[in-house]
């Protein structure tokens, strides 16, 4: 149980375009889902939070307006990076809550150039 | 604001030695929890602590929790090359949002 599709694994995009990144629960409802941003060799940080039908919470120092976060079902989460730049360049992980505990996605290397 | 600190950051042992990691954490928390991430990777489950003088342990990986002295070690004992790994403790703020430590660089030469 709580197997969790995080897609795409890794993306290179040119600097300015969009890059979407989806979080997937594929044998659970996750009524919570929260998004990480990992630089290379430093923590985790928290992003934002999101239920399922609202709006995302998001952390302090994190803007909303380019990175975009849709929560529309139990089962799907999205992260939009609008606009990226080289500095948006990381690892982006979900963690996902479920009836048991919480489980994290796979993670997605982002590389803008 | 929870802060979350571990140390040491960075550890080069020998096969076969014991070490501790610490984990300090500021304000009061009912839950901790350790992770393992292989480079490129993400973040595999260890134990999750949730009681004051909870002690879990898996194979080699020995975990405890003092939630008086806000404390949390996670031991291992007769180090063996796969264990090599940077170990994360985060700690529950509230909200289920968890705040992580700095991370622990792990290494463990033959």
């Known amino acids: 149980g709580a197997v969790v599709s995080q897609h795409p694994s890794w993306v290179i995009c040119k600097s300015g375009t969009s890059v979407k990144i989806e979080c997937r629960s594929l044998?659970?409802?996750?009524?919570?889902m929260f998004w990480y941003r990992q630089f290379p060799k430093q923590s985790l940080m928290l992003m934002a939070t999101?239920?399922?039908?609202?709006?995302?919470?998001?952390e302090q120092g994190v803007e909303k307006d380019k990175f975009l976060i849709n929560h529309a079902s139990l089962t799907l989460s999205t992260l939009t990076v609008t606009s990226a730049h080289p500095e948006d360049s990381s690892f982006y992980i979900c963690?996902?809550?479920?009836?048991?505990?919480?489980?994290f996605g796979s993670g997605t290397r982002l590389t803008v150039v | 604001e929870l802060k979350v600190e571990q140390n040491p950051l960075f550890l080069s042992m020998q096969e076969g030695k014991n070490y501790t990691i610490y984990c300090n954490y500021s304000?009061?928390?009912?839950?901790l929890y350790w992770y393992r991430q292989d480079p490129g990777k993400s973040l595999e489950s260890l134990f999750v602590?949730?009681?004051?003088?909870a002690v879990k342990q898996e194979g080699r990986l020995m975990a405890s929790l003092d939630t008086k002295a806000r404390l949390s070690t996670l031991h291992i004992t007769a180090a063996v090359h796969d264990l090599s790994a940077t170990y994360f403790c985060?700690?529950?703020?509230?909200?289920?949002?968890?705040?992580f430590g700095q991370g622990t660089r792990l290494t463990i030469n033959p």
């Open positions: 963690r996902l809550k479920w009836v048991f505990g919480y489980t």
């Open positions: 044998d659970f409802q996750a009524t919570t």
């Open positions: 999101s239920n399922e039908g609202s709006k995302a919470t998001y």
């Open positions: 304000t009061t928390s009912d839950r």
């Open positions: 602590l949730l009681s004051n003088g």
């Open positions: 985060a700690v529950d703020q509230g909200a289920q949002k968890l705040v």
